[in-house]
């Protein structure tokens, strides 16, 4: 009976040593997995930055030709109003030179093609 409690107080020993000698061991290999996870979350991290800042300025840059789209259509906007009317219209065709049209001549087509040898 002396045998078994002399065993069994001496196990505790034995297994806290193994354990001790393998947490050196997994100590080493938990600072390499540590210091390869810190290496990627931080790859992760300045590539987000990255992709976050690239949006900003693409954001801007969108906002910026919306707004000159915006103050073009409203230019558009107030001269088909101020050329809505005929006489309006007939008005800037005489400013431009524009003559009117009589009548008008088509060329006809002879054959499958415009130009022939």
Known sequence: MNMRNTAVLNRPYALRNNILSNLRFNLG?????????????TAVYIYQINEVARREYLIRDYE???ALIQRENKNTQDDS???????????????LNFEPVGKVYYIKVLGDGVASK
Request: aromatic residues 10%; glycine residues 0%; proline residues 0%.
């Open 29 to 41: 290999f938990l600072w390499v997995i540590l210091s390869v996870s810190l290496a990627i979350l």
């Open 64 to 66: 910026s030709k919306a």
């Open 81 to 95: 109003s101020k050329f809505s009317s005929m006489r309006d219209l007939e008005n800037l065709a005489r400013l």
